[in-house]
């Protein structure tokens, strides 16, 4: 069974630039979350979708937004970048329903220059 | 908000003795608790989770908790030096919130 697939692995952007990320869960998984890892913050919640629909939010800027297609795979974006986006992005998969344990992709290692 | 305290070590045991790594949490609503381990550079792995009081066994791993004191807890027996990482309790409100981490332990396992 096929895990939880991030790409890009790496990216490198320049402050007030965009980026998308993107993550395949989980074959059968309908539940994506998104994480902000840093050495300081430590694994922070972006947002959850869940059939196509966000389903809950944590506390940052509208700056970082998200969607979620029909197969369930999801995509990250980040507008205007700054500095402080420099981290480690996480995607969750998770089948949705009452049990939520949530396996991680690999990640992918944003830098903001 | 939900907070979650672990402590930040390092945490060094010897191999072969029994680590033990704690969490507490403000949010008494949390009802679903996950034990991860992160290997420096690598993302974190699911190793554990419990949602009733008391303990659950896996292998070399127990996790144990107890919600009246709001504290879960992850033994380790038998360690050894590939147990060494760093480990998070996250939490989980149910329904449709997603997970709350603690900062994380930083485990050695000196051979």
């Known amino acids: 069974k096929a895990g939880v697939t991030q790409t890009p692995r790496y990216l490198i952007k320049t402050r007030g630039q965009q980026v998308t990320l993107s993550c395949s869960p989980i074959?059968?998984?309908?539940?994506v979350s998104w994480y902000q890892q840093t050495p300081g913050q430590g694994l922070q919640f972006l947002f959850e979708y869940f059939s196509e629909t966000q389903r809950n939010k944590g506390n940052f800027p509208g700056r970082f937004s998200g969607r979620q297609f029909s197969n369930s795979r999801s995509e990250m974006n980040v507008s205007t970048l700054e500095l402080g986006d420099s981290a480690l992005y996480l995607c969750?998969?998770?089948?949705?329903?009452?049990?939520?344990?949530?396996?991680f992709g690999q990640g992918t290692r944003l830098t903001v220059v | 908000q939900k907070e979650v305290e672990q402590n930040s070590g390092p945490l060094s045991v010897p191999e072969g003795a029994i680590a033990s790594l704690n969490c507490t949490y403000s949010?008494?609503?949390?009802?679903?608790f996950f034990w991860y381990r992160q290997y420096s550079g690598k993302s974190p792995e699911l190793i554990m989770f419990i949602y009733s009081n008391g303990d659950k066994e896996d292998g070399r791993f127990t996790a144990q908790l107890n919600k009246a004191s709001q504290y879960v807890s992850l033994l380790i027996r038998d360690s050894q030096p590939s147990d060494s990482a760093t480990y998070l309790c996250?939490?989980?409100?149910?329904?449709?919130?997603?997970?709350?981490f603690g900062k994380g332990t930083h485990l050695i396992i000196q051979p």
């Open positions: 949010d008494r609503g949390s009802q679903s």
């Open positions: 969750a998969s998770s089948s949705g329903d009452v049990r939520p344990e949530a396996f």
């Open positions: 074959s059968g998984h309908r539940s």
């Open positions: 996250a939490l989980s409100g149910g329904g449709a919130d997603g997970l709350t």
